[in-house]
């Protein structure tokens, strides 16, 4: 076990749209650029900034168009942004972005309930996004989630996520990210798909999405970085999931994972004090408690 | 990876003492009868009730005497409490236990902090503790902390936890349990505990004690389940751990931990169902939320 550990593992850090769309209240514009500009200084390279979707479906990222023409993104970090229509990629390509990423669920139920759309109705839309957007020298990035189980199927085959990855991939996207959406997976579970997957697509085109709803996040993680996936995403401080249950439901906190990688010589080029920084912000700026482990304790720091 | 798990894992349910001792305001004896009727419920058949320690150091614990002689036991359910000197092993003695637990630590300094004590002079008093506690019928496990770190000296050599263990065990304690104390592990530095323990005692002899401080705990786990550990502490909802910095620090979630493995196929005996009760049961009797992830989202629903 552990006998094939990578040198280098990238993060994509998703707070401040998987993190912040879930908010009951709106943070203001100012407090999600405090919140960027600190994870740019942290040395995270890939970040998610915003949904372009409708105000009136996620009202807390109705700023998406003045946030992203406000950030400017030193060289060497590529800002993204989801977009799950052709009318979000224009908003994209007008806010100047360089990446954007499309998303739907490997479970037919999940992805009507979350898109309001057919599996083949998003890979349809899909098909009008992607092409155009490469055209435009955009990078695109795709999410399919609940392919470690659905909150309303159950179980979820990851053949059919697989096909649903190889469809995206053929689009032209550039990676898919697998997310246990609900956090239910186990590491046996993980080790199964990300074989599945590594038998049929090469591991730079794959990255892994945990939830922490179960603490399960960061062993799968590791099953995942064993197995020979390289790209993991990650939200600052655990921010995300239902404000309502705290602690509970969370993505997987980026410094517990930057943690862990570092703690095993994995460089990720992210200054974890720094990132550890950017996570008090995280609080500060949404003004509750985050969940992340290494956020609450810190390094460690000898007493005397 | 993972090509060697076990059919089985036996947990170690550290709540009622390790949870409790660190509370600020005592926990009515009546309160801890409650969690502990709940965890026996559960299916957990080895738990560790209190402390024996003088009511001067720790008044949380004072009512060790009357608690540990109101519960009884069911039939296959074994319960100890720790014995920090003679003193304490006559008191457990005189309640009726059947297996007690003593406990010290890797580093010098933390040793010394936490029962004013040398290592030498700890083996010395647990020398005039275990072959009378043998004597009289009662099996003996021990502690070994710090093992993975110290708050004041950093860095421990395992190899120093190592020949401690093996002079614990020679006194006759059936096993040792090797402790995260401060919850720094990496999953590479834990294998690397594991290996040079296996290499020179019995996995039968050994435990492993996680805690999840900065949320590596199950993925250390994780590490100690492949490299052939078969015996866990944890502590229901992560019960423990400060109660000033709610969700940091705690003790590996039982919850959490028992999750994981069922969820690969390993039996533990435990109804989840009835532990996570459990878990409602201590945050009840404690009065304030508790960090456990699975005790705070529950198992999956099918949501329609």
Same mark, same amino acid.
């Given at each position: 076990?552990?006998?094939?550990?990578?040198? /280098?593992?990238?993060?994509?850090?998703?707070?401040?749209?998987? $993190?912040?769309?879930?908010? =009951?209240?709106?943070?203001?514009?100012?407090?999600?650029? /405090?919140?960027?500009?600190?994870?740019?200084?942290?040395?995270?390279?890939?970040?998610?900034?915003?949904?372009?979707?409708?105000?009136?479906?996620?009202?807390?990222?109705?700023?998406?168009?003045?946030?992203?023409?406000?950030?400017?993104?030193?060289? !060497?970090?590529?800002?993204?942004?989801?977009?799950?229509? =052709?009318?979000?990629?224009?908003?994209?390509?007008?806010?100047?972005?360089?990446?954007?990423?499309? *998303?739907?669920?490997?479970?037919?139920?999940?992805?009507?309930?979350?898109?309001?759309?057919?599996?083949?109705?998003?890979?349809? +839309?899909?098909?009008?996004?992607?092409?155009?957007?490469?055209?435009?020298?955009?990078?695109?990035? =795709?999410?399919?989630?609940?392919?470690?189980?659905?909150?309303?199927?159950?179980?979820?085959?990851?053949?059919?996520?697989?096909?649903?990855?190889? %469809?995206?991939?053929?689009?032209?996207?550039?990676?898919?990210?697998?997310?246990?959406?609900?956090?239910?997976?186990?590491?046996?579970?993980?080790?199964?798909?990300?074989?599945?997957?590594?038998?049929?697509?090469?591991?730079?085109?794959?990255?892994?999405? *945990?939830?922490?709803? /179960? !603490?399960?996040?960061?062993?799968?993680?590791?099953? !995942?970085?064993?197995?020979? *996936?390289?790209? *993991?995403?990650?939200?600052? =401080?655990?921010?995300?999931?239902?404000?309502?249950?705290?602690?509970?439901?969370?993505?997987?906190?980026?410094?517990?994972?930057?943690?862990?990688?570092?703690?095993?010589?994995?460089?990720? !080029?992210?200054?974890?004090?720094?990132?550890?920084?950017?996570? %008090? +912000?995280?609080?500060?700026?949404?003004?509750? %408690?985050?969940?992340?482990?290494?956020?609450?304790? $810190?390094?460690?720091?000898?007493?005397?």
């Amino acid at each position: 076990m552990l006998e094939h550990l990578p040198d /280098r593992v990238s993060v994509y850090e998703v707070s401040p749209r998987d $993190g912040l769309q879930n908010e =009951a209240a709106p943070i203001p514009l100012d407090g999600k650029k /405090r919140l960027i500009e600190a994870l740019i200084l942290s040395g995270l390279t890939r970040i998610e900034l915003t949904s372009f979707v409708s105000p009136r479906w996620v009202p807390q990222l109705a700023d998406a168009d003045e946030l992203v023409r406000d950030v400017n993104a030193p060289e !060497g970090v590529t800002l993204s942004a989801l977009c799950p229509n =052709a009318k979000g990629f224009e908003r994209a390509r007008a806010a100047g972005l360089a990446e954007i990423a499309v *998303f739907m669920s490997a479970s037919e139920t999940h992805n009507k309930k979350n898109t309001n759309k057919s599996i083949d109705q998003s890979l349809s +839309v899909f098909s009008e996004v992607v092409p155009p957007a490469l055209e435009a020298g955009m990078r695109v990035r =795709a999410y399919v989630s609940t392919v470690w189980g659905c909150p309303y199927e159950g179980e979820v085959d990851p053949k059919r996520a697989l096909d649903i990855s190889k %469809r995206l991939l053929a689009l032209g996207c550039y990676q898919v990210s697998l997310g246990d959406t609900i956090g239910v997976g186990t590491p046996l579970q993980t080790r199964r798909i990300c074989r599945l997957f590594l038998d049929a697509v090469p591991a730079e085109k794959l990255a892994l999405h *945990f939830h922490d709803t /179960r !603490g399960t996040a960061l062993a799968n993680a590791l099953v !995942g970085v064993e197995m020979g *996936f390289r790209d *993991f995403d990650a939200s600052v =401080a655990g921010l995300g999931g239902c404000p309502y249950a705290p602690g509970a439901a969370g993505n997987l906190a980026t410094e517990d994972l930057v943690y862990m990688l570092h703690g095993m010589g994995i460089e990720t !080029g992210i200054d974890l004090e720094k990132l550890i920084e950017a996570g %008090r +912000v995280a609080e500060s700026v949404i003004g509750r %408690r985050l969940p992340g482990k290494v956020h609450q304790a $810190g390094l460690m720091r000898k007493r005397s």
